[in-house]
């Protein structure tokens, strides 16, 4: 079965195009000819390209996230006290989590 790719892995692919591709132009910059000039010509091309697609995942992700943020919000407007017990349940879990933890830690 194929991994499925995320909007991170994503981000994560390009911005290593956008810095293997900026390093590739700078190391074959002192090189001289048509084919060099061409190379590095369509090299600039899809590092441009690769920056557009980028910036917008970029903008994708941010979309996203502040409509969870409206999602979330609302929710704790329509439902304030389950919004106060799940809080308060995090908290205790987390709390029982770290004090097992820490108490069973003897140095």
């Known amino acids: 079965m194929a991994k499925r ?28 000819g048509d ?29 996203r996230a502040r409509d969870y943020m409206k999602q979330g919000d609302q929710y704790v407007r329509d439902n304030p006290w389950q919004s106060v017990g799940l809080a308060a349940g995090l908290g205790l879990l987390v709390g029982v989590l770290l004090f097992g933890t820490l108490s069973g830690r003897r140095d």
Do not use: N, P
């Not at 590095?40 to 980028?54: N, Y």
């Open 35 to 63: 084919k060099a000039e061409q190379a590095r010509e369509k090299a600039g091309d899809s590092l441009r390209a690769a920056k557009e697609r980028l910036s917008g995942v970029q903008e994708d992700v941010a979309e």
């Open 5 to 32: 790719v995320t909007t991170e892995d994503l981000y994560e692919h390009l911005q290593d195009v956008i810095r293997d591709t900026e390093a590739l132009l700078q190391a074959t910059a002192s090189y001289a």
